[in-house]
DNA sequence: GTCAGAATGACAACATGCTGCAAAACTGGT
DNA sequence: ACCAGTTTTGCAGCATGTTGTCATTCTGAC
């Protein structure tokens, strides 16, 4: 059994994801950096700025797969930042809705400049066959491990 | 540009890394919680059980892409734990070689006997080939960010 | 042998993630 | 309308990772 040959595969598999996780952080920080931002509201601001009319913390942290706390202090600390601001809920009286002001839309305009051509440059040499199928296997372990 | 194919399939990835990193994260401490260990201290004892003649903090920080200092924290509350021991390095007069102790030997022992089933399990219906690409193309991104 | 530069250890500050708990707000079945 | 169960908030504690700084040790070029 420990030499059947997908085990290997799947183990050195995850080790290498561990290690590219720390490396795409810190690419994050980097492409981010400039705009005042680091990884963490990178990936908050991105889920804010899709959902156009706006979303609850617990809403982003399920976009996220995050806990709700990781988030909620990204966003106290973007909120004081001015990049977002929180709005009365309709649907909710405690659960408020968490918008971009504008000041966050314009660091996300610039975010994206930066961004796109960072996607692009990066898959340049990448076959797109190999994209589909690694993006395939990584949602499929996602969805193997996310119950 | 913005409508490169590749832009947003790489995007998306990107994301479902992050996602998956944090569910890894999760199965690693459920695995080794049994052994009173969790997922920072499965690699780490991952690495000085492989490399059977001991390795020194910055050796295991470079196998794992990540800081010395995040490594030696971890080292030193496995040493407390004895799991770890240091031993003199005839090379180095400061860096000292991590070893496993008999019960941390013991402990990988365990830790193999939940691990090597999990990789198993996990792949059972995951085509060989779709593994292998999904290996290539991280560690092409990692070969590609890490500079 | 000497000396500049790299590697290492120790300490500290900080960012990001998790969990647990109690209280408030919502939801749905009766 | 009521009540049980779920969701959300806020607070607290902790694990893991990063960076920065300084002193010590090693290395290699001269």
Redesign the interface.
Known sequence: ??H????K????????????????V??GDRMAEALGLTSARW?VI?VVALAHSGVTVPGIARA???SRQAVQRITDVMEQDGLLRYQDNPEHKRSVLVCLTDRGQEVYTAL?AV???W??D??ED?P?E?????????????Y???R
């Open positions: 059994m420990a059947s040959p997908k085990r595969l799947f183990l050195d598999l995850v080790l290498s994801l561990f290690r590219l996780n720390g490396l795409l810190a690419e990936k991105g996220l797969g995050q994206r961004q796109d051509p996607a692009i990066n898959t990448v797109l190999e994209l589909e199928t690694g993006l395939q296997l990584v949602r499929r372990l996602i193997k491990f996310d």
